[in-house]
């Protein structure tokens, strides 16, 4: 065969798999065994979890972190709410492909490699007290859940990174298994033709694309809040960082510390970012909400907004917790008791991405606490 009449076959044969797959994008994943492999990709499945070797969030130290820095505090706020040393919290299983609540023991609990041993000490103060009344408590306790946000969602970055170029391998080494097949089918030694690259960006890679970019804007916002803070903490001022620490004389089986926003109005782009926290003590719950001092007067009109009536609060943080922050632990018990189609409900607003914490669910999480209040009400 000349030259020329085994190039124009090699090209018959590529037209015709880059058609088949720009027609259907799943044909790479016909192989079962291949498809599993990727799925469940040992690598990725790692990704998942936060690594062993980071370094202390404290601005210029460069000591390793701990691996087990507490978010949340575990001698008040997990213990609290904790039944025979667990919680429950909201986790993806990958091997099932769903969203559910899982067991977590105490000690795990809002854990991350935060601090570095001595700066681990800078919480002391509040936690030795086991509360929290100074400022300087309140914006500490930000300060780590703003950290926590940082090392999660680099650790998500970088997932979204090993994933979009394990993909990309795995699709151009299909479809040159798949141009090799057909070549063979036109009588052309298929071994003459080597694994390419291809440009093209299918859905799955646009989706790779989008995730990458939202990590990477959000870590930006991130840093600036983060830098805020640092400021605050040196200096023991509410310069930069405006954190509004609520009190109230109830317990809500459940801690929440992440972030949440909505967006400044209707015609606007921006969205006010707020660090979010529900900490529930012995006899008492602290909800804290901190955001740039710029969007301050947001920030009030949204806490304004739930403030007029105890059931309201709640309901506020049913919506962090739906709406906002999936870094949440509930108390097992409360869980169990809610009815399946509550739960359901619950796991599916999980994944509406499109509400603010302005949204509030048609249903309840914390039906035995307003149970509970209306009762104290009454007597
Ligand atoms: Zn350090």
Known sequence: METKEILARIELAMDKVIEEYQNDNFIIFSDHNDKQKFLFDKDYFKSLRFGKTNTCMFLGCVQRAINNSHTIQKATSISTISEDGHLLWPTFNHKKGVLELSKIGLNYASTFPGFCRAHEQMFNPFEEKKDMSTEQDFRLQVYRSICREIVENKRSLDTSLLRRNQYILFRDNKLSEMIRAEADALHIDSKSIVSMRHEFVDWRLRELNKSVKQSEAYLADLHKLYLSIHNDLVKNKAQKVFVQAMEVDWVIPCCLAGRGGFKLNNKSKRRADIILNALPYENKTFLILASHFKDKRFVDTYINSFTKHPFHLIKMVESWMLYGSDHWF??????????????????????????????VADFEIFVGLREQLILRQQT
């Open 330 to 359: 509930i108390r097992p018990s409360v869980w169990e008791s809610l009815a399946d189609d509550v739960k359901d409900k619950v796991l599916k607003e999980l994944f509406n991405f499109n509400k603010s914490i302005y949204a």
